[in-house]
């Protein structure tokens, strides 16, 4: 077997080509969560697809760490307590996960994503840096009830988008919409049946893989979007909690698979930093599965994946 993910570029092509020929899809584009977000569906509805793009804008006064006027950023100021409905099911579900992998996904990284900057930064920062920024992190600190941070600083870049994308396919059901494809930045989560690309983490302008989803999500975590390389050194987003560096496993990338986009998401960061042995992790969820691509192009999957999901290897 072979490789892993990104779904997102090649799926993008790949729909985009079946709209030019059906005439029926509605295809529309916009910009949330520092990413491009593609929603699709194969009716001639605008109307939903612009409120699940209002639907995002709120989910990011909710969930972004940056965003000044965000519930996340009062959180990380000490100034709140009393968290709301959504914030309290991604906090809960990613303080039981990071205690789950054993703190290899840690929703106390602010400290070391901020050091890090990878979209900022063009050498890496020192040892001693490094040092400073991994002390407050630790899961352990926080407290859920009554909720109180302990002096750590959160950050849900791993799993919000995943709560996000199932947030909104539920939106989409609700409206009676059977059809759609949601692309959060290559956080895929589909009703109906559509085949989708996993991107070639090698040559990420090229498709690995196809893949068939029916009514589920794909999340892929690699290291060949954020990214910079210095002394030919390549230094990415994904941050080994343990260390305080970036995580490097011996993935190129993983693309996990369950009804649960939220789960799927915090997964894919999860095995990334922990390595092909952290596959086992699916198990702890329904129906969820995993195709890892190692840095050596070897394809480790999870039991019956080929057959499961029609797996073709480009
Ligand atoms: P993903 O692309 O889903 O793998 O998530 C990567 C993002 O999650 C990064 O941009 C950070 O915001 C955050 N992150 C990085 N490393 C970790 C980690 N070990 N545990 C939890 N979140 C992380
Ligand atoms: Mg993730």
Same mark, same amino acid.
């Given at each position: 077997?072979?490789?892993t993910?990104?779904l ?20 529309r ?16 509805d ?11 804008r ?8 940056t ?5 996340l ?8 307590t ?55 992190v630790?899961?352990?600190k926080i407290q ?18 995943g709560?996000?994308? $199932?947030? !909104? /396919? ?7 919409i059977?059809?759609? =494809?949601?692309?959060?930045? @290559?956080? %895929?989560a ?9 991107r ?17 999500s ?11 390389e ?16 970036c995580a ?14 939220m789960h ?12 092909t $042995?952290? !596959? /086992?992790?699916?198990?702890n ?6 195709? =890892?691509?190692?840095?050596? @192009?070897e %394809? ?15």
């Amino acid at each position: 077997m072979k490789k892993t993910i990104s779904l997102f570029f090649i799926l993008i092509f790949l729909l985009t080509a079946a709209a030019c020929t059906s005439g029926q899809r509605t295809a529309r584009q916009a910009f949330a969560f520092d990413t491009v977000i593609n929603i699709t569906t194969d009716e001639k509805d605008s109307f939903s697809i612009n409120q699940a793009f209002e639907k995002c804008r709120s989910y990011e006064k909710i969930f972004s760490r940056t965003d000044s006027e965000s519930e996340l950023y009062a959180i990380n100021q000490g100034s709140v307590t009393q968290l709301s409905a959504d914030m309290q099911t991604v906090m809960k579900f990613s303080l039981e996960f990071s205690r789950l992998t054993d703190g290899a996904f840690d929703v106390t990284v602010a400290p070391l994503v901020e050091l890090w900057n990878i979209n900022g930064r063009t050498v890496p920062p020192s040892e001693k840096e490094i040092k400073e920024a991994l002390s407050p992190v630790g899961y352990e600190k926080i407290q859920f009830e009554p909720f109180s941070a302990g002096g750590a600083a959160i950050d849900l870049g791993a799993v919000a988008k995943g709560y996000i994308a $199932d947030r !909104l /396919t539920e939106y989409f059901s609700q409206s009676g919409i059977t059809n759609v =494809i949601v692309d959060l930045g @290559g956080n %895929v989560a589909v009703l109906g049946e559509y085949t989708v690309g996993i991107r070639n983490p090698f040559n990420p302008g090229q498709v690995f893989a196809t893949i068939k989803l029916k009514d589920k999500s794909a999340v892929t975590s690699g290291a060949y979007q954020r990214y910079f390389e210095y002394q030919g050194k390549r230094y990415h987003h994904i941050i080994d909690p343990r260390t305080g560096k970036c995580a490097e496993s011996g993935i190129a990338s993983v693309t996990v698979i369950s009804p649960s986009s939220m789960h799927a998401d915090a997964l894919s960061t999860a095995i990334y930093v922990s390595g092909t $042995d952290a !596959l /086992t992790l699916c198990s702890n969820f329904p129906d969820t599965d995993a195709l =890892i691509i190692t840095v050596d @192009g070897e %394809v480790i999957t999870t039991e019956n994946f080929e057959k499961k999901y029609d797996l073709r290897i480009e």
